[in-house]
């Protein structure tokens, strides 16, 4: 069988291609939840001088993979994160996205949690409020 033109014996599967710093990285850390890979996730936590380094940390990136937009997408997370009671560091990969950056960094993020309350609860306009303060 062919796709397009291509006969499936030119074909291979291939995965995504990475970075060799990952895969340096992952090798240096060995398994992530031994008392060793512990330890260098501090250490690399530390070299970063991320904030509450003892808190759990979600690292959120997007680009070109079709995820859509991203400052939604984390508007969401961090609406669930509070919801659930869950003390955690967000970290978002803007790249060059200087827009998102700066969105992110102006977010209002009472005004996020009241407007996804309002939605659940159909408030008048909601999602008509939503739609405008997210989509740029």
């Known amino acids: 069988k062919e796709r ?6 030119k074909l291979r599967k291939i995965g995504l291609p990475i970075r ?3 895969a340096v990285q ?3 850390m060995g398994d992530r939840m031994s008392p060793e890979g512990k330890a260098y996730q501090r250490q690399i936590r530390e070299g970063l001088e ?3 380094s003892d808190r759990r940390t979600i690292l959120v990136m997007g680009g070109g993979e079709g ?3 991203l400052g939604p997408i984390v508007d969401d997370l961090y609406v ?5 009671g869950i003390d955690a560091l967000v970290l978002v990969v803007c790249g ?3 827009t998102l950056k700066t969105s992110l960094d102006a977010r209002d993020w ?3 949690l009241s407007l996804h309350r309002r939605i659940r609860e159909g408030g008048a306009g909601g999602v008509s409020e939503y739609l405008r303060e997210n989509c740029y």
Do not use: I, M, Y
């Open 4 to 9: 397009g033109k291509v006969p499936n014996e």
């Open 67 to 69: 995820c859509g937009a």
């Open 96 to 98: 060059r996205n200087e």
């Open 110 to 112: 009472d005004e996020v």
């Open 50 to 52: 991320l904030p509450h």
């Open 26 to 28: 992952s090798k240096a």
């Open 20 to 22: 060799h710093d990952f």
């Open 80 to 84: 669930e994160l509070v919801t659930r």
